[in-house]
């Protein structure tokens, strides 16, 4: 089974850094495109962190979520087989530098684009995959209706863009402080532990977190609102062009999929009425010739992950989220990608 065979747990900087490709000695042979040690090694290796609806492990075994199905869709286009992929646990804080080092062709898990991120450490976000917002999630007897009403503790993880938004949120504010916990599950059981009686973090992991962990989902109770703009996505080394490419376009394809009305299940049927289509279905000799890919390589991230409502009925309906800023355009969300062509 492609995930038990895939799956690499625990924390990436666990790797050997002496035996990475980050590592190499300077008077050793220039080194490889990201594409090319892809295929040479013969799976991508993407970074997670088992946020539930996002990546998990299913009882049988299989490695399983939202990002884990994007990760496929690069390993569909890059390699043609959705199965060749590795799977490591990663944290917010160790993420990029093991993208920047090599340990990683691309990390997913909650990663929030942002200008210090995008300019400042090496890496490069090639698309939006969720359109989230920092809210807050709070025992139902604490008798906390609102953000205004919060008082004492406030659980959240260190490193993240959670943490210096609420701080900045709590700047002159009285009777309101921060826990600090180093990994999301750390957060969680504080507040589980009611060491807290408000957790922050994404709607979604806190959506996410509140399934999980809950037998009695009216226990814990999200607090209506955002308090910020929580854009995530895959995160990848800058300054591979081509690999950047590649991956940007293996997120975007499964939206202009379902733009298209294509799913897994159509596209051995569905006719190619226009250009667009030809080259979801792979029927144009040199579509993918740009990137160094088969011209077949949209049409097997559609056959292996489907359209993006696929993606996320499958993964996070589960969780009780609508799709919200995460409908395409003309549903009224946010999901809207530049044309195949």
């Known amino acids: 089974m492609w995930a038990r065979a895939a799956t690499l747990l625990g924390i990436s900087m666990a790797l050997a850094i002496q035996s990475g490709p980050g590592s190499a000695d300077a008077s050793a042979a220039?080194?490889?495109?990201?594409?090319?040690?892809?295929?040479?090694?013969?799976?991508?290796?993407?970074?997670i962190?088992?946020?539930?609806?996002?990546?998990g492990i299913s009882e049988s075994g299989a490695v399983t979520g939202f990002d884990v199905d994007f990760c496929r869709a690069v390993a569909a286009a890059a390699l043609?087989?959705?199965?060749?992929?590795?799977?490591?646990?990663?944290?917010?804080?160790?993420?990029?530098?093991?993208?920047?080092?090599?340990d990683l062709d691309v990390a997913f898990g909650m990663t929030t684009w942002t200008f210090t991120r995008d300019t400042e450490l090496g890496v490069a976000f090639p698309a939006v995959t969720f359109y989230?917002?920092?809210?807050?999630?709070?025992?139902?007897?604490?008798?906390?209706?609102?953000?205004?009403?919060?008082?004492?503790?406030?659980?959240?993880?260190?490193?993240?863009?959670?943490?210096?938004?609420l701080a900045d949120l709590?700047?002159?504010?009285?009777?309101?402080?921060?826990?600090?916990?180093?990994?999301?599950?750390?957060?969680?059981?504080?507040?589980?532990?009611?060491?807290?009686?408000v957790v922050t973090g994404d709607r979604s992991e806190l959506a996410a977190q509140r399934s999980r962990r809950t037998a009695d989902p009216d226990a814990w109770v999200l607090l209506p609102g955002t308090i910020s703009r929580e854009p995530?996505?895959?995160?990848?080394?800058?300054?591979?062009?081509?690999?950047?490419?590649?991956?940007?376009?293996?997120?975007?394809?499964?939206?202009?999929?379902?733009?298209?009305?294509?799913?897994?299940?159509?596209?051995?049927?569905?006719?190619?009425?226009?250009?667009?289509?030809?080259?979801?279905?792979?029927?144009?000799?040199?579509?993918?010739?740009?990137?160094?890919?088969?011209?077949?390589w949209a049409r097997r991230i559609v056959e292996s992950v489907g359209s993006y409502e696929e993606i996320f009925t499958r993964?996070?309906?589960?969780?009780?989220?609508?799709?919200?800023?995460?409908?395409?355009?003309?549903?009224?969300?946010?999901?809207y990608a530049p044309p195949l062509r």
Do not use: Y
């Open 170 to 197: 709590l700047a002159g504010r009285a009777g309101v402080t921060m826990m600090p916990a180093t990994s999301s599950e750390d957060k969680f059981n504080a507040f589980a532990e009611r060491r807290c009686a």
């Open 315 to 335: 993964n996070l309906g589960q969780l009780g989220l609508d799709r919200g800023e995460n409908a395409l355009w003309r549903d009224g969300g946010l999901i």
């Open 232 to 296: 995530l996505g895959p995160v990848v080394v800058a300054g591979d062009a081509q690999w950047f490419a590649i991956v940007r376009w293996a997120m975007l394809v499964p939206m202009i999929a379902e733009a298209r009305g294509l799913t897994s299940g159509s596209v051995a049927t569905v006719p190619a009425k226009d250009g667009e289509m030809r080259r979801l279905l792979g029927d144009e000799p040199d579509f993918g010739a740009a990137l160094g890919l088969k011209p077949t």
């Open 30 to 47: 220039p080194s490889k495109t990201i594409l090319e040690r892809v295929i040479a090694q013969g799976f991508v290796r993407c970074g």
């Open 80 to 102: 043609g087989d959705p199965d060749a992929i590795r799977t490591s646990r990663v944290s917010t804080r160790h993420k990029f530098d093991a993208v920047r080092t090599g």
């Open 49 to 55: 962190d088992m946020t539930p609806g996002f990546s």
């Open 132 to 165: 989230d917002g920092q809210g807050f999630m709070t025992w139902a007897d604490a008798g906390i209706a609102t953000p205004a009403d919060i008082q004492g503790p406030v659980c959240v993880q260190k490193g993240t863009t959670s943490e210096s938004t």
